[in-house]
């Protein structure tokens, strides 16, 4: 059953490669079809692992065995796999039926869903793989789709440029990783995930160095995927990929991946505090400069890009305090009102032809109502509105471990993004659905809303209402922190949370905005902090400069010279056979002389 | 029935083959392609015969190789000098390569050539069986002769098929320069040939050009480091490694595509093989003592052609330095000196030889559309070459190292050995994972990505182009997803190998 989860969507993906010429009802039967019983599927997994909690695996094959490196394509499922198995089939499927919806009509349909389905298939790999390097196939091959789907407007060159950036700074992040993987291996003599923790523990001491320098490599591949410090930049330019897309990948599941990791390999981290405390200080870091950087975005996705990777950063935050079981309840409840948020942004740019800037939409709360209150109970659960939110329960989960660890300054972080978060989704909420309506709008839609449209919209909300009150089986995987609740604290939270959304109605809400000019710091935070320029001015330039000067093979050059010498000489000595009687007599002579001369000398 | 006698077959066929295309070609065009392509698939099956009936886990050796089969029969007996074949693991995948990519480049100019047909095919098949000859010769006069009869072949397939630059430099300047540098080395090689036989004949009072028996020369290390540098020299030209690797793009970019997935698919290995064979094996101490350096001309190898290969505008010399990028690894996973790397080589070999063939036949079937190699003038071909945008996405998507087909497990296997023994420049080498998405990434986005350009009214594949390309993508994702039996096959081959370089052997 559980080879079943990733079959099913893998046989989608390979039956839409391969048949072309399908009608797109019956692309959209394949594709949603596929990951809708992966989804069943999970379901029963869920009911079986509920009345026996017992951690299985089921060998597929032996990828290759060399010298003491044993691969096995293996799926391992427990309660943190299977969490997150619910998340992937479960938003996954909402996401195709919302995407069948969106994507109605565009020439590219079947591939997107091959695209999408082989997504999925990948992610479920990475989570399931028992041996790190099928978590490192599946790691790669959620990348290669991220890329794909991006880029899946490829005729605009932005979008691909948008896609490599996407592709290549996770690689880079990847590569980490890999080193870490070499690093592992020889440290330890295996891969396997299970195998590596209990080595790990009985070999290296609390403090290794290897063990730092091992957690370190893994959390660089993390911060690659998870669009975390400093690898972050790729995440807003992501957004040039169409909606469910974002959705799906760059909001519920492959960003999370790098959470996912550190919960898994936790044992190695707790083995360094070195280690564990970057984790922390990544997320504290992330969360605050995306926050920020959202504040002043004027397109809709990205200011949804910037948040998720806010959120990403709670999510970091939680791991560095070791509240592990945390960190995956936001992702789980993350899943929900982002999937959520990022569809109902989809149904806004739908509605208004593609229009992203949200100064050029305004009132839109009377023409889209589904999509007002989407975004209403999206932002709710995102700005932790209190009790009736799922994102309260998990963020004052976080907050309330980071408070218990004694991280003064995280919770302080933490609290501080947590203002930013409610300022800057409701400022969202108030330009695009409050005020005078704006822009070039026109009546009619291009697309007539549909059941596929609004099924996973109302499941979502539902889910982003009542989500904080799903136990996840997770628990029993990782280590349970129960940190004291203090009263005085909650309060605080939930009065700082609600500040930020009274903030942004005193701000924005009031009267009617227009795009601001944003100088100075603001203009900065826009581009989000000026990485990009940093990067592409430390980095791009000069390697591509090089290859410019280099173009043509500098090394190349001595056998060009040896060629031109040889061909020299060669002139030279035709030079001297003239055909003139006297020209070989004077020569004859002023050689003789020499040999004469050299001989007396000598 | 002693297999061993089938070991010349090998080679025969295709030689026979040669002579009947050239000969053939007054009954008409036809003639020639059904030959050479029957000759290859004969060469297949027998190949395929062999390999079901091999022992490969018969003898682990110790020192001495293990060769499934040999055939032997003097021929100067005066200098101990006979023809001489064995056959191993490592050998039998590198001829099933030589064999399977003869196949392609048969197919692949099938309306690519249409002038002299019946020589271009003679060319072509006695190169490879020249290939063929060196994957099997245990003897070294034999060897080197084969070694050349190589060469000429390729020469005039480069220089009389080859595409004429505009402006730029032509077929015969690629020819003569991949001759001068081939014939150059070789001759450094065949001076370190004849240096050994001098000094073994010098201990043992016996002239011999065998193999076998001069592994047990006895030669001073200082002897052993210059020999071993003469065959490392050879080798590396053809590899080829760093300073001496620029024959390649230009031999690359003027080949007609036949040539260049000769080139690139088998020509190449037959670097990497001799390396193996005779440098790592003949003189394992020096190799040893050598071993840092070839592994640091290897990184270097991988970031300078990646380097360089983002700067190309020929789409064709683009991926000639991405073979150089490629062609690093190997090095640095030979000279790691342990078994995950030596098997890392092997299927990178086997991986690379596949992946940039099929690139190659790609460039060929554009410049047959198209006639222009230059990026420029590409783009947004995706749209009207779905299959051709499939093939080319899904073998650059190969030669970037995407798990799940045969380059990642190569080169995985590589950096996995080779971290063992030199963490640091290990981790420099990884970092080529990186370049080498932007450039497989860069190719994507400039001929099948973007707005289209003037050419994009392109046919797409044709049937017979389908069919080489789905076979050599199963292949491929076989090798990425099970590539425990070729690791099986060439496990005996390469365990003699590590024993020899770690100085167990003595």
């Given at each position: 059953m559980l080879f079943g989860v990733i079959a099913a969507p893998l046989c989608g993906a390979l039956l839409l490669f391969a048949l072309?010429?399908?009608s797109q009802a019956a692309v959209m039967r394949i594709g949603v079809g596929s990951i809708s019983i992966a989804a069943i599927l999970t379901a029963l997994l869920t009911h079986g692992y509920l009345l026996k909690p017992q951690a299985t695996t089921v060998w597929l094959w032996n990828w290759f065995t060399v010298d003491g490196l044993q691969v096995g394509l293996a799926l391992y499922l427990d309660g943190l796999s299977l969490t997150m198995l619910g998340v992937i089939t479960g938003v996954g499927a909402l996401i195709h039926l919302y995407a069948a919806w969106y994507m109605?009509?565009?020439?590219?349909y079947r591939r997107f869903f091959a695209y999408m389905n082989l997504f999925v298939a990948a992610m479920l790999l990475l989570v399931l793989g028992d041996n790190l390097l099928s978590l490192y196939f599946g790691w790669e091959a959620v990348g290669l789709c991220s890329y794909l789907l991006i880029g899946f407007?490829?005729?605009?060159p932005a979008n691909g440029h948008a896609a490599r950036k996407a592709f290549i700074t996770t690689r880079v992040g990847d590569t980490l990783m890999a080193i870490g993987l070499f690093l592992l291996f020889r440290e330890l003599?295996?891969?396997?995930i299970q195998t590596v923790l209990a080595r790990a523990q009985e070999q290296w001491?609390?403090?290794h160095e290897l063990a730092t320098a091992c957690a370190l490599l893994l959390l660089g591949g993390a911060v690659g995927k998870s669009a975390q410090?400093?690898?972050?930049?790729?995440l807003p330019d992501a957004?040039?990929?169409p909606t469910p897309v974002s959705a799906l990948?760059?909001?519920?599941t492959m960003v999370t991946a790098g959470v996912y990791l550190i919960a898994r390999m936790h044992g190695l981290f707790e083995l360094s505090p070195l280690a564990l405390s970057t984790v922390g200080w990544v997320g504290a870091a992330s969360l605050l400069l995306a926050s920020g950087a959202a504040l002043f975005q004027r397109d809709i996705k990205r200011i949804l890009a910037y948040s998720t990777m806010s959120q990403i950063g709670y999510m970091f935050l939680a791991l560095g305090a070791g509240a592990y079981s945390a960190a995956i309840f936001h992702l789980m409840t993350h899943a929900f009102f982002k999937a959520l948020l990022f569809m109902a942004a989809g149904s806004v740019i739908l509605a208004l032809h593609h229009e992203q800037d949200i100064f050029r939409m305004g009132g839109l709360r009377k023409r889209l109502p589904l999509a007002f209150w989407s975004f209403l109970i999206g932002s709710a659960a995102l700005s932790a509105l209190?009790?009736?939110?799922?994102g309260f329960y998990s963020k004052d989960a976080i907050l309330f471990a980071v408070w218990a660890q004694d991280h003064p300054l995280w919770w302080g972080i933490g609290v501080s993004g947590a203002l930013l978060t409610g300022l800057y989704s409701f400022r969202l909420i108030f330009i695009v659905f409050f005020g005078p309506a704006r822009g070039?709008?026109?009546?009619?839609?291009?697309h007539p809303s549909s059941l596929a449209e609004r099924i996973p919209l109302l499941v979502l909300m539902l889910l982003s209402i009542i989500g904080g009150f799903i136990s996840i089986p997770a628990l029993d995987v990782l280590p349970t922190l129960d940190p004291p609740h203090p009263l005085g604290i909650l309060l605080l939270q939930i009065a700082v949370g609600l500040g930020g959304i009274a903030l942004a109605w005193y701000r924005f809400g009031r009267r009617p905005q227009h795009a601001p000019e944003l100088v100075g710091w603001r203009r900065l935070a826009a581009s989000g902090w000026g990485f990009d320029v940093l990067y592409e001015h430390l980095l791009q330039r000069p390697w591509l400069t090089l290859a410019r000067i280099n173009r043509a093979d500098l090394l190349d050059a001595p056998y060009t010279l040896l060629a031109a010498l040889t061909r020299a000489g060669h002139r030279l000595i035709i030079r001297s056979q003239t055909g003139h009687l006297r020209w070989y007599v004077r020569a004859l002579a002023c050689g003789l002389i020499l040999l004469c001369g050299s001989a007396l000398w000598i | 029935m002693d297999l061993g006698l089938w070991l010349p077959v090998l080679v025969l066929i295709p030689m026979a083959g040669g002579a009947m295309c050239w000969w053939t070609e007054r009954f008409g065009l036809g003639w020639p392609r059904w030959i050479a392509a029957f000759c290859f698939g004969l060469d297949l099956i027998l190949l395929l015969f062999l390999w079901a009936q091999a022992?490969?886990?018969?003898g682990i050796s110790h020192g001495e190789p293990v060769f499934l089969w040999e055939f032997e029969r003097p021929w100067i007996p005066r200098f101990g000098i006979s023809l001489h074949l064995g056959l191993d693991g490592l050998g039998l995948l590198l001829i099933g390569l030589t064999v399977v990519l003869g196949l392609v480049a048969v197919l692949c100019s099938?309306?690519?050539?249409?002038?002299?047909v019946g020589f271009f095919h003679m060319n072509l098949l006695w190169n490879l069986a020249g290939v063929i000859g060196v994957f099997l010769a245990l003897d070294l006069f034999l060897f080197f002769l084969l070694w050349e009869w190589m060469l000429v072949p390729m020469y005039f397939l480069i220089a009389l098929w080859g595409h004429e630059n505009p402006g730029g430099r032509g077929r015969v300047y690629a020819a003569t320069k991949f001759f001068i540098f081939t014939q150059a080395s070789g001759l450094i090689m065949l001076c370190a040939i004849l240096a050994l036989v001098f000094l073994h004949h010098q201990s043992s009072g016996l002239w011999s050009f065998n193999y076998i028996d001069l592994l047990q020369a006895e030669l001073s290390a200082q002897a052993q480091y210059w020999l071993m540098l003469g065959f490392f020299v050879a080798f590396a030209v053809k590899l080829p490694a760093l300073p001496f690797h620029s024959w390649l793009p230009d031999a690359h970019s003027q080949a007609p595509t036949a040539g260049s997935v000769d080139l690139a698919g088998v020509l190449l290995k037959t670097g990497a093989f001799g390396l193996m064979r005779f440098s790592i094996t003949l003189f394992p101490e020096a190799s040893a003592q050598f071993a840092s350096t070839a592994m640091l001309i290897g990184v270097a190898g991988i970031l300078y052609g990646a380097c360089l290969a983002l700067a190309q505008t020929d789409i064709k010399r683009f991926v000639a330095y991405t073979s150089i990028s490629h062609m690093g690894f190997i090095l640095l996973g030979l000279y790691a000196g342990n078994l995950m790397a030596m098997q890392g080589v092997v299927i990178q070999m086997l991986a690379h030889g596949i992946s940039t063939g099929a690139l190659f036949v790609l460039c060929g079937a554009l410049y047959e559309r198209i006639?222009?190699?230059?990026?420029?003038?590409?783009?947004?071909?995706a749209k009207a070459a779905p299959k051709f945008a499939t093939a080319l996405m899904f073998f650059s998507l190969a030669s970037l190292g995407l798990?799940?087909?045969g380059n990642f497990i190569g080169e995985i296997l590589i950096l996995f050995g080779a971290f063992q023994v030199a963490p640091l420049l290990t981790a420099l080498a990884a970092s080529g994972m990186i370049v080498g998405a932007v450039y497989a990434l860069l190719l994507i986005q400039r001929s099948l990505h973007g707005p289209p350009g003037d050419l994009a009214n392109m046919q797409d594949l044709v049937p017979r182009e389908q069919g080489m390309m789905l076979a050599l993508m199963a292949l491929l994702l076989g090798m990425g997803l099970y590539p425990q039996p070729l690791l099986d096959t060439a496990h005996t081959t390469l365990q003699g190998l590590v024993y020899s370089f770690s100085g167990g052997g003595g």
């Open positions: 072309r010429g399908l109605q009509g565009d020439p590219g407007w490829h005729h605009d003599g295996s891969l396997e001491p609390q403090g410090l400093p690898l972050q930049t790729w957004m040039a990929g990948i760059h909001a519920a209190p009790f009736v939110s799922a070039s709008q026109t009546s009619e839609r291009p | 022992d490969l886990h018969g099938w309306r690519e050539i249409q002038q002299h006639h222009t190699r230059e990026f420029s003038r590409m783009g947004g071909l798990p799940g087909m």
